[in-house]
């Protein structure tokens, strides 16, 4: 298909016609069970994967469907007026079109995190161009436009910011780096680009991103969470000048030694200041208890009853919590499984 020119584009629903050639036929959403799992889905975390379409003349509905018609019905049984959708800017005969949605059909794989953001690739760029690099209006845009929660969209943009000969590595080779780099920039980058921006001046930020990611390409670290044990390091703020400098050594240390790892530098800034321990120590006992009273607290409510007086504003915020909470969810079992 790389030889056909897309358009990424918000479209009308309405305004799309089903592919009558579509090779699942007629009956794909009676004969689907995991229909109900793709509605749920889109309706917690928007459509990141667009539809592909093909642009009509002359016809009474403006768009045919060449792949997506799964998600196409989703999007109609949910209400959803309209959607993020690759648009064929070729003219292209039938038997063409049958041609893409048979090599569509028959190489896709279920798209990963990753994928998306190749996805997202050509309206990132544009929406860094339009918005002159405002992260802020970006992450707007690009919440209206693929429907996604916020949560979603920030793991999305922390995966873009970086540097393009890096995506590619993951896009190509080492895909499971994916929430590495994720963890690095949540983790490490944003809140020293905030409290150091001095050293941000100095060193360029795919530099150091580029270093950081070098501990773990060379093996000197394994698990993505391993970049959380320097977080309260790096968040050390100018209040506290004698921590905040030697917070700063530490970070120089972690970029320029790459054998110089996320423990050493919390092993080093706790014995420099041990009363900081309290900011990383929990117990698994204390952990533990925690969740059990959160779990008791969900069991113990009748949700019926709760919602009994509450507005329409106060229903779409306790919505907002519950995806909040199931991605949460989501990324506790996944730090769970690379720890174990």
């Known amino acids: ?40 889905s889109i309706k ?12 009509l003349k002359g016809a009474k509905k403006e768009y045919r ?4 018609e799964r998600r196409y019905l989703a999007l109609k049984e949910l209400g959803i007026k309209d959607t993020p959708a690759h648009v064929i800017l070729d003219e292209i005969d039938k038997d063409e079109v049958k ?3 048979f090599h569509i059909h028959t190489n896709r794989v279920q798209w990963g995190a990753y994928q998306q953001c190749k996805a997202l690739e050509p309206l990132y760029k544009k929406l860094r161009v339009d918005f002159k690099e405002d992260e802020k209006e970006i992450a707007k845009e690009l919440l209206k436009f693929t429907g996604a929660n916020k949560r979603t969209i920030n793991d ?23 929430w590495t780099i994720v963890e690095i920039e949540e983790g490490i980058i944003k809140p020293a680009e905030k409290n150091f921006p001095e050293y941000f001046k100095k ?6 991103r580029e270093y950081l990611l070098k501990k773990y390409l060379e093996g000197t670290v394994h698990a993505a969470i391993e970049a959380r044990k320097v977080k309260f390091i790096v968040k050390t703020t100018k209040e506290d000048k004698e921590q905040h400098e030697y917070a700063l050594n530490i970070l120089k240390k972690l970029v320029h030694e790459v054998n110089y790892t996320f423990e050493d530098a919390q092993e080093e800034f706790l014995a420099k200041f041990p009363e900081a321990d309290k900011m990383v120590k929990t117990s698994y006992k204390k952990f533990r208890n925690q969740l059990l009273k959160v779990i008791k ?7 019926s009853l709760v919602f009994r007086t509450v507005t329409d504003r106060e229903k779409e915020e306790f919505r907002e919590i519950l ?6 969810f989501e990324d506790f079992k996944r730090d769970s499984q690379d720890l174990f």
């Open 156 to 178: 999305r943009l922390n995966f873009l910011r970086w540097p393009e000969n890096i995506k590619e590595m993951i896009y190509n080779k080492k895909p499971d780096l994916y």
């Open 65 to 68: 469907l060449v792949d997506g």
């Open 323 to 328: 995806l909040d909470l199931e991605q949460v």
């Open 297 to 303: 607290i969900l069991k113990d409510y009748d949700i």
């Open 203 to 208: 060193v360029p930020k795919d530099e150091v």
């Open 99 to 101: 041609n893409i949605m």
């Open 1 to 40: 298909m790389e030889r056909y020119h897309f358009s990424l584009k918000k479209i009308d629903i309405s305004k799309i016609e089903p592919n009558p050639n579509n090779p699942r036929g007629p009956l794909i959403r009676d004969n689907d069970d995991q229909f109900n799992y793709l509605k749920r």
């Open 44 to 55: 917690e975390f928007g459509l990141i994967v667009p539809l592909v379409v093909q642009e």
